[in-house]
T-cell receptor
């Protein structure tokens, strides 16, 4: 069965520090990988996605993620966070193949940036 | 484009009441979905539709009905609300392409409380 694991439910970090939000997935079929961000009391918006090609993907707001097929990971990173990055971040995997085509979300990681 | 819109933003129901959560999109997307978001559980798919007149169950369909009479609208019905349905509900849409490598657009959410 396919699944997405975000091990950290909450990540506190000081402003201007680097951050990494971890995401691992399990799937026996082809996948596309996504990171979504949800600001307080808002819907989800796409941060970045990996479809194919270069394993390092750059997204909005200075975030980037690296696809590691051997470790089945897609960790999100930012070298220097701002207060405005405080939000919940969801990793998602679209699995497809044969009759399967579904988007599976992780449980989310709350990034709490402190001054 | 307004994107994906949802009404109402907030709703309080008593156990046993019925209601319909509205969702509309103006991007001519074929695919539409309903998710519920609960703390520590990420987003779980309730129902989805691949086009007008076609709907199917997701991961947690019990207690919910949907219909898709037009491309634009995808209402979610609670026939007899239960406290377990207290959640934040998100509607999403995306265009139909092979492989599923496209972005899913989310509405702002409906926060439902069932007493």
């Amino acid at each position: 069965a396919q699944s997405v694991t975000q091990l950290d439910s909450q990540v506190p970090v000081f402003e201007e520090a680097p951050v990494e939000l971890r995401c691992n997935y399990s799937s026996s079929v082809s996948v596309y990988l996504f990171w979504y961000v949800q600001y307080p009391n808002q819907g989800l918006q796409l941060l970045l996605k990996y479809l194919s090609g270069s394993t390092l993907v750059k997204g909005i707001n200075g975030f980037e993620a690296e696809f590691n097929k051997s470790q089945t990971s897609f960790h999100l990173r930012k070298p220097s966070v701002h207060i405005s990055d405080t939000a919940e971040y969801f990793c998602a995997v679209r699995v497809y193949g044969g009759a399967t085509n579904k988007l599976i979300f992780g449980t989310g990681t709350l990034l709490a940036v402190q001054p | 484009n307004a994107g994906v819109t949802q009404t109402p933003k907030f709703q309080v129901l008593k156990t046993g009441q019925s209601m319909t959560l509205q969702c509309a999109q103006d991007m001519n997307h074929e695919y539409m979905s309903w998710y519920r978001q609960d703390p520590g559980m990420g987003l779980r798919l309730i129902h989805y539709s691949v086009g007008a007149g076609i709907t199917d169950q997701g991961e947690v369909p019990n207690g919910y009905n949907v219909s898709r009479s037009t491309t634009e609208d995808f209402p979610l019905r609670l026939l007899s609300a239960a406290p377990s349905q207290t959640s934040v509900y998100f509607c999403a849409s995306r265009p139909r392409t092979s492989g599923g490598n496209n972005e899913q657009f989310f509405g702002p959410g409906t926060r439902l409380t069932v007493l």
